[in-house]
């Protein structure tokens, strides 16, 4: 990785002010072209609003990480290289095109899929060339698709999954900051930066919802960075991580017990823990709060300590993951409970 630049405060603060803007500007025209074009998600038994809201607001996240993060990764010091700016730019225009199709019509999983493999195999491929083997494509890639899918699930309510992407943006733009990437922190706050030009609009009561172009995308952007954070220096992985337990582990153990259970868990559902919460009667906005707290409370100090003390940051992660395991699982338990008490009476 070379340095570019003498002064990158600055520069940074520009990228994520372009961020913001060209995301804020494109979301409201998002709204309005949703609503000529009847790109309308109605209310139903597997969603979680109760008002017909336009879909596809987040290609505003898309362009304003497309003008800030490939920016800050070239022009800033210490950055990832060329070639793996260009991996990671064409990565995100392919699954943010397949995305912005699917919201317009939605299309059969097979080509959703393909191609998030073929842009995340592109990316992986870059990444893995900066490290010492070719092959952590391979665990790369399965780890790059999943984090794809994963937040499409846990885009289910207002404000959530965009509040995730600025904390994850914010967060991981302090830690490369310190770590002594400039690159990798323009590029984390960019997103952030991105994410909230969106969420002013996605706040509880939502004028409009991302769709599958923002959230998707931005699984693959949470990925890449993640991931260049892994070859810019290993032990920064581990606190990356815990920045994105709390979407990893409600998606994760969510897709487990449905198979365990035999269910199509491919199919829409609305299994998720954040899900069960609104399903029980708590606000968007307070359910939001919740997963923030979490990001604050805990996965805060605890990435802290781990990229403090390189050494401990393995089991770091895994507490962090057991003890999140654990807060998954009793309030599934609470929410089930409740439910039968209901049915009950």
């Known amino acids: 990785m070379t340095s570019a630049v003498s002064s990158p405060g600055s520069l940074l603060a520009g990228c994520a002010l372009l961020a913001f803007v060209v995301s804020f500007a494109s979301v409201r025209a998002a ?53 793996t700016v260009a991996a990671f730019t064409v990565a995100v225009v392919a699954v943010a095109a397949i995305g912005w199709l699917d919201d317009h019509g939605s299309l059969p999983i097979r080509p959703r899929l393909l191609i998030q493999l073929a842009a ?102 949470v990925f890449g960075l993640s991931a260049m954070f892994w070859a810019f220096r290993t032990n920064l992985l581990w606190p990356a991580l815990i920045f994105s337990s709390a979407f990893v582990i409600d998606a994760t153990l969510t897709l487990l017990v449905r198979m365990l259970r035999g269910a199509r868990w491919y ?23 919740g997963y923030f707290a979490w990001n604050v409370l805990v996965c805060v100090p605890v990435a802290w300590i781990a990229y403090r003390q390189p050494a401990a940051a393995p089991v770091c992660f895994g507490v962090v993951y057991l003890f999140g395991a654990a807060v998954w699982r009793t309030g599934k338990r609470r929410c089930l409970r409740r439910r039968e008490r209901h049915v009950s009476a």
């Open 267 to 289: 199919t829409p559902h609305r299994e998720h823990l954040y899900q069960w919460l609104v399903r029980r009667g708590a606000a968007h906005r307070k359910v939001a709060a």
């Open 120 to 221: 995340t195999l592109l990316l992986c491929v870059a990444i893995a060339s900066l490290t010492t083997s070719l092959w952590w494509a391979v665990p790369l890639l399965l780890a790059g698709v999943w984090c794809i899918n994963l937040h499409n699930f846990m885009d289910g309510i207002d404000g959530l999954a965009a509040q995730q992407a600025m904390f994850f943006g914010a967060a991981s733009a302090a830690l490369a900051w310190s770590a002594g990437s400039p690159a990798l922190a323009g590029a984390a706050l960019a997103m952030a930066a991105a994410a909230l030009g969106f969420w002013w609009f996605n706040r509880s009561p939502a004028r409009i919802f991302m769709g599958d172009v923002g959230s998707g995308t931005l699984g693959l952007m």
């Open 31 to 83: 709204i309005a072209y949703a609503h000529r074009r009847g790109m309308l998600d109605a209310p139903g038994r597997r969603r979680s609003h109760t008002m017909p809201t336009p879909r596809g607001g987040g290609i505003g996240i898309v362009l304003g990480a497309l003008v800030g993060m490939p920016a800050a990764l070239l022009l800033l010091p210490v950055s990832p290289g060329a070639a």
